[in-house]
């Protein structure tokens, strides 16, 4: 079993910063990209960033220059720096990991349960 478990959301003002984890835990072979959704009410789930296995990363035009993803892979980690938020920015934040359980086994992709992020004064 594996479990993507999100920390670090909550209520920010407009220009300020918060940083989510994400930890994979579990029967783990390899991870490969891990990344970040985000889902507005009455949007759809939209790509944030990812980063690959060998650290390459993309983000979506909405965030770069704010954001930064990365990763630990010691920890299984990936974080998602958030800085000069907006009200727009204001959804919940799912991370996600394509993860291979065992050296046989196909790469799945597991999702995290979501944190919420509001950006307001």
């Known amino acids: 079993q594996v479990q993507l478990v999100e920390s670090g959301g909550g209520l920010v003002q407009p220009g300020g910063s918060l940083r989510l984890s994400c930890a994979a835990s579990?029967?783990?072979?390899?991870?490969?990209?891990m990344g970040w959704y985000r889902q507005a009410p009455g949007k759809e789930r939209e790509l944030v960033a990812f980063?690959?296995?060998?650290?390459?990363?993309g983000y979506a035009d909405s965030v770069k220059g704010r954001f930064t993803i990365s990763r630990d892979n010691a920890k299984n980690t990936v974080y998602l720096q958030m800085s000069s938020l907006k009200p727009e920015d204001t959804a919940v934040y799912y991370c996600?990991?394509?993860?291979?359980?065992?050296?046989?086994?196909?790469?799945?992709?597991?999702w995290g349960q979501g944190t919420q992020v509001t950006v307001s004064s």
């Open positions: 996600y990991a394509k993860i291979q359980r065992g050296m046989w086994s196909n790469e799945l992709q597991y």
């Open positions: 579990g029967t783990i072979f390899s991870i490969g990209a």
């Open positions: 980063i690959t296995s060998g650290g390459t990363t």
